[in-house]
């Protein structure tokens, strides 16, 4: 398991803009070593705008992103592309390269990183394929598999190089609730077990209550609150407040035993 | 609706009014909708001011749809809807809120601002499309000396897939254009006695025009289309954000390897569409001007000089990186979904076939000069 310093990810004042809407108004936020921390918020309230300005995948406005300890927000190119493999990303749809297997996706990043020989990347493969649950599926073609096993294999490939800091954006996004659920259970142990720092992007409140060790909360492009899910639970702030109320104790939109046997 | 209270009959069924009242009755949904508007047209409204819903029995988005057009055909008087049944009552409470305004056209004037923004526009298309352009030769030069940066053997892969599979079509289709070609320009020549120079009028037209030609707008059609297409799927499905994520650079992975298979592969289609032309010619001289075969290849070939087999591999080299570029830049700029992925693939066809005649023209003309 990997030693950790205090904060895997700093980003301080970041603002991003799409076109002249600003998505991110300064936001702080601080992200542990080995925790799992999750980005929560009403759809459209700029998480995902989050994660791709800390991947560098948009350039932010302004701001800074201290990953591993260096501000990245104004590397260039190069630079980024060294730092990457230290960077793992599940993309919502899994993000699988159509035209090749499972198993060519998984071996993209080892053929491109290492000079690793083609008999010990297979068994990686096979490796990581193991534990995400998934054997045997390294021939098949990524449109051959479930919208669940898609996302798996997709792990299995960010996985690949060992990374120290994984990225999840809305893991449970078009999944049926066990498929959910066992992913959870993943991301949980991985946390556990390889001592990742992992970071996921959700507004599904029962995957927060599963998974979460702490927790940021954004409301219309702005972090209002930052700290562990009791203490977000326990929060005064309006919209965090009534995030959680509507996942507790909104009753059930369906209707009356009457009205269902009419 | 003979029975109705004190209204007017208007209508057989559904409609009826008596000046300031409107009694609606039976179901207002979306197939009785458009015959009780027909019926309504024809009912003066402009003193409307209660609509009696007691006898409508069913109620949807078409029915609440008509009675938000007789509430705005009122100019801003108020206009009760009477007595609706519980489910009626269920289906307004739904729909209760202020209807949105429909957004307002778009201007169809002209303005100064338009036509700089046009400009504009345009210009950021050029600059893009000029910088990814350089992107793709830098990173392709790197990959012929380093060929680490894409998947092993996808050049291979890429050289069958533009060149040998379209090997077929190609001399195909430069066959039978040659048989054409041939035969008007033999009638042509025939009537000056001139059949003898239809090896001459083959050579040139075939090396100088149509082997590259027909190369580049079966490349477009076969490989640019795919390339867009891919690219812009790519782009769709996160797949381009993947791999740079990944630290891997999308056009040294992806494009690089497709754009050296393209370097290798269009100038010798180009000389094999020139070739196969040329055996259609003989096959017309033959036949129908009765000119040896030898004879005619032997004029073919002494009409052309190294500097004509230079100029048809350069050319095809060049239609074929006019194609790869403009493919590319298609594809790149997909932002949507799936109809954008058909629209960029479209224009990348069109937008290609037309770099392809300029880039024509601006090789006819220096040959000239």
């Given at each position: 398991?990997?030693e950790?310093s205090e904060?895997?990810l700093?980003?301080?004042g ?6 002249d ?10 992200f542990a070593?080995g925790k ?11 998480k995902t ?15 800074t992103i201290?990953?591993?300890?260096r ?20 993309f919502?749809?899994g ?7 499972v ?8 053929e ?19 534990l ?13 598999l ?9 792990l ?12 999840f954006d809305?893991p ?10 066992s ?8 946390s556990?077990k ?13 995957s927060i ?14 972090a209002v609150?930052?700290g562990?899910?009791?203490e ?11 995030f959680f ?15 269902a046997?009419? | 609706m ?6 007017r ?9 008596d000046?300031?009242?409107?009694v609606?009755?039976g ?5 009785r ?13 402009a ?11 069913r109620?949807?988005?078409a ?11 009122l100019?801003?008087?108020s ?20 209807p949105?305004?429909?957004a ?11 036509i ?9 298309i050029?600059?893009d499309?000029?910088?990814l352009?350089g ?17 092993k ?5 890429q050289?069958?897939v ?14 039978i ?11 042509q ?6 059949g003898?120079?239809?090896a ?18 079966i490349?477009?059609g076969?490989?640019?289309?795919a ?16 791999l740079?994520?990944?630290g891997?650079?999308p ?9 050296i298979?393209?370097t ?6 180009s ?11 003989v096959?017309?001289s ?15 070939l002494g ?7 230079a100029f048809?591999?350069?050319?095809g ?9 403009t ?25 290609s ?13 220096w040959?000239?000069?």
């Open positions: 398991m990997r950790h904060a895997a700093r980003v301080r970041l603002r991003s803009h799409y076109g809407f600003e998505v991110l108004h300064e936001v702080d936020a601080t070593g799992i921390t999750v980005v929560a918020g009403r759809s459209g309230c700029g705008t989050l994660l791709r300005n800390v991947l560098r995948l948009i350039n932010p406005t302004s701001g201290e990953l591993f300890g501000d990245i927000s104004e590397l260039e190119e190069d630079e980024l592309v060294k730092l990457r493999p230290r960077i793992g990303v599940l919502q749809n993000a699988l390269l159509q035209s090749l297997t198993g060519a996706n998984i071996s993209v990043p080892l491109q990183h290492t000079r690793l020989p083609a008999d010990v990347i297979e068994r990686i493969v096979l490796r990581k394929l193991q995400v649950e998934l054997n045997g599926i390294e021939h098949l073609m990524p449109s051959e479930s919208g669940g096993m898609r996302k798996r294999a997709a299995a490939r960010t996985l690949a190089l060992d990374p120290e800091i994984v990225f809305e449970s996004a078009g999944l049926d609730p066990v498929t959910a659920a992913l959870d259970r993943l991301i949980v142990e991985l556990r390889l001592g990742i720092t992992v970071i996921v992007v959700t507004h599904e409140l029962t209550r599963r998974i979460a060790d702490r927790m940021l909360f954004l409301d219309a492009g702005r609150f930052e562990t899910v009791e977000a639970e326990m929060c005064p702030v309006e919209s965090v407040r009534q109320a509507q996942g507790s104790s909104e009753p059930p939109a369906r209707r009356s035993p009457d009205e046997r009419m | 003979s029975d109705e209270r004190d209204g009959l208007i209508a057989r069924q559904s409609v009826c009014s000046g300031d009242r409107l609606l009755a179901e207002l949904t979306r197939t909708v458009p015959a009780i508007s027909r019926e309504l047209r024809k009912v003066p409204l003193s409307l001011r209660v609509v009696d819903l007691s006898r409508v029995t109620l949807d988005s029915g609440i749809g008509m009675l938000e057009g007789l509430r705005d055909g100019f801003g008087k206009l009760e809807l009477r007595d609706p049944t519980p489910q009626v009552a269920e289906m307004l409470e739904l729909f209760a809120g202020e949105v305004e429909p307002p056209a778009e201007r169809t004037r002209v303005t100064v601002r338009d700089l923004e046009t400009l504009r526009y345009v210009a950021g050029l600059i499309a000029f910088i352009s992107e793709i030769f830098y990173w392709s030069a790197r990959n012929v000396v380093r060929p680490s940066g894409h998947r053997g996808e050049v291979t892969e050289i069958i533009t060149g040998l599979n379209a090997v077929p079509i190609v001399a195909t289709l430069s066959f254009i040659g048989v054409i070609l041939a035969l008007q320009g033999a009638v020549l025939e009537r000056f006695g001139g003898p120079f239809l001459d009028l083959m050579g040139l037209a075939m090396v100088r025009e149509m082997g590259p030609l027909l190369t580049a707008i490349i477009t076969r490989s640019g289309s390339i867009a297409s891919e690219i812009g799927t790519m782009r769709v499905t996160d797949e381009l954000d993947a740079r994520a990944m891997i650079r056009v040294e992975y992806v494009i690089a390897p497709k754009m298979a393209f290798i592969v269009t100038p010798l289609l000389i094999l569409s020139a070739a196969v032309g040329l055996l259609g010619g096959l017309v033959t036949t129908f001007v009765g000119q040896p075969a030898q004879s005619f290849i032997d004029r073919a009409i052309l000089g190294v500097p004509d087999a048809l591999m350069l050319k080299l060049l239609f074929g990186w006019a194609i790869m570029m493919s590319c830049y298609c594809g790149y700029q997909v932002t949507g979904g799936a109809v954008e992925v058909g629209r960029a693939t479209t224009q990348a066809v069109v937008s076939i037309f770099a392809i005649v300029v880039l024509n023209v601006i090789f006819s003309i040959y000239v000069l």
